[in-house]
């Protein structure tokens, strides 16, 4: 089948090299892809959030299968763009509706969606624009550290942890009053902060049925000791050490279930990816968040260790038989660090000349992000720019090599994490 992958970043890549690897595949296109994502198929230069150029690439090309890699065009409501048109009736969508993705689109919806069908995860409270003063004299009702979400997309940036009252005021006052994150934090959800420790989980779903993929850890804070601004990631590792069967088995009880569950009781069509963003508190799982497609870069640990055919997966899934599909996944260890841009995630340089001064080897493999070509070489596009995965029995081992991995890669301003995994070790 013919298939097209929305996106550019390191999440695409990865989804790219694996669907490339199905014998299913006869061709493959990333729009708009990246410096990296060509060398696994065709990149379309094009503007993703214009869904009638999309649609037009879709028709001309004959695609089968369009798989959207990010959770903007979800929101705005991609699948029913396609669905709206009869030439697209057969046309397989990977991804869900506009009210599916309300679950990442909106903080507050997501929080009412848990509270509805007792899905576990923080106390919380919303404010709305004009409503600063209201929300201030809520957080003085509650402990230290206090935790701010802006209610819509925000790149992943739009989570404040922060210690102090008066800072939090401020910072109230800058989401709600000022637009600190825009459109996105005209409403805020404040939650109580919960002591434990994160992971992720995924699954794809069928709207009744769903294959759980490979847990994950990310590391989201800029600075390591987990300091700093919050970003879109900074490196991630699968499996989770941590996350031993029981505690496997108490997420996918008190968590996917009841998610996958909810979703049918409420009317929603859902066909695609689910992250369940977690907090593990005393060995008990707590939804962080939901996102509605799968996350980054969880994903170049998570599909490196699948080894069964993603894209038989995805079709199951479009076509509501799922129930009958098996996922096999590598035992070993897989990391990866992501190497960013000088300035990230505030204002910073593009158009830095990237040298790679190695061949990775099948363990070792480059998912490229914020990269593109220009004449015969490859430069910086972005923020957060390769992603280094690796591959070994042990997690020691392979984050080893994917820090042998960041140093052979070279741009200047380059700057990655290097306590990815280590709190992890022990």
Known sequence: MNVMIIGSGGREHALAKKLAE????????????????????ENLSLDISDFYAVAEKVSALKIDMLVVGPEAPLVEGIREYFEGSEEFQNLMIIGPGRLGATLEGSKDFAKEFMKRHGIPTAAYSTFQRGEADQAINFIKTLKSPYVLKADGLAAGKGVLILNGEDEACREIELMLEDGKFGAASSKVVIENFLDGIEMSTFAITDGEDYLLLPSAKDYKRIG??????????????????????????????????????????????????????????????????YNVRMGDPETEV???????????????????GLKSENLEVDDRFATTVMLVSGGYPESYEKGKKIEINLDPTENEILFHAGTKRRDQSLVTSGGRVISCTALAETLASALDKSFKLAEAVKFEGKVLRRDIGKDLLT
């Open 22 to 41: 199905s014998p299913k595949c006869e061709k493959l296109y990333i729009a708009p892809g990246n410096g990296g994502t060509h060398n696994v198929g």
């Open 302 to 320: 998570v599909l490196p260790r699948l080894k069964s055919d993603l894209l038989s997966h995805l079709q199951a899934a479009a076509r509501g």
């Open 224 to 289: 390591e000791g987990d300091t700093g601004l919050n970003t879109g990631g900074m490196g991630a590792v699968s499996p989770v050490p941590f996350a031993h069967d029981e505690i496997l088995k108490k997420i996918e009880e008190k968590v996917v279930a009841p998610t996958i569950s909810g979703l049918k009781k409420d009317g929603i069509p859902y066909i695609g990816f689910l992250f369940f963003g977690l907090m593990i508190v005393d060995e008990e799982p707590f939804v962080i968040e």
